[in-house]
T-cell receptor, first 116, second 112 residues
Framework: KAGVTQTPRYLIKTRGQQVTLSCSPISGHRSVSWYQQTPGQGLQFLFEYFSETQRNKGNFPGRFSGRQFSNSRSEMNVSTLELGDSALYLC???????????????FGPGTRLLVL | EDQVTQSPEALRLQEGESSSLNCSYTVSGLRGLFWYRQDPGKGPEFLFTLYSAGEEKEKERLKATLTKKESFLHITAPKPEDSATYLCAVQAPSGGSYIPTFGRGTSLIVHP
């Protein structure tokens, strides 16, 4: 069974630009969550999508947005990039069958974003 | 505010020297506690899920245990390939949802 895939793996942008990252979950998984990981803040939750609807959202500015398609693939967009957005962006998928709080999340390899 | 604290931040062991990593949490209504291993530049790799106090799970040289306030990841006779950052995460109800909260991790280095 294929794991979570993320594209691209590496990305270099300049301040003010926007970027779109893609995530394909494990087959059959309906929940996709996005995280930002930095040395200073660790792993921080961005948002979760389930069946094309945003189910949960972390404390990030509106420049960070996402969406999920009918095949459960998800995209994350960051507009007006800032230097502080440089990070490893991780996507995780789970079955997401319900709000049981017992879902194991499986992570992708991440997209390394560098903002210059 | 819910918190997840991992200790120590860094740990250096000699090959074969057993030790334990700690993850303490102060959430209400724990639904699950998860351990992950993360290698540099890669996404976290799932290791264990624990649901209730007293539960234990094992995988090769790793054993995870859970109490009402903390979890331990015991590493028996570690090898250099066990070197990685170990992350724990807890899932508990928060405003009607279950957003997982991660600790900062323990960086483990095993010397041959």
């Amino acid at each position: 069974k294929a794991g979570v895939t993320q594209t691209p793996r590496y990305l270099i942008k300049t301040r003010g630009q926007q970027v779109t990252l893609s995530c394909s979950p494990i087959s059959g998984h309906r929940s996709v969550s996005w995280y930002q990981q930095t040395p200073g803040q660790g792993l921080q939750f961005l948002f979760e999508y389930f069946s094309e609807t945003q189910r949960n959202k972390g404390n990030f500015p509106g420049r960070f947005s996402g969406r999920q398609f009918s095949n459960s693939r998800s995209e994350m967009n960051v507009s007006t990039l800032e230097l502080g957005d440089s990070a490893l962006y991780l996507c995780a998928s789970s079955g997401g069958r319900g709000a049981s709080g017992r879902e194991t999340q499986y992570f992708g390899p991440g997209t390394r974003l560098l903002v210059l | 505010e819910d918190q997840v604290t991992q200790s120590p931040e860094a740990l250096r062991l000699q090959e074969g020297e057993s030790s334990s990593l700690n993850c303490s949490y102060t959430v209400s209504g724990l639904r699950g506690l998860f351990w992950y291993r993360q290698d540099p530049g890669k996404g976290p790799e799932f290791l264990f899920t624990l649901y209730s106090a007293g539960e234990e799970k094992e995988k090769e040289r790793l054993k995870a245990t859970l109490t009402k306030k903390e979890s331990f990841l015991h590493i028996t006779a570690p090898k250099p390939e066990d070197s990685a950052t170990y992350l724990c995460a807890v899932q508990a109800p928060s405003g009607g949802s279950y957003i997982p909260t991660f600790g900062r991790g323990t960086s483990l280095i095993v010397h041959p």
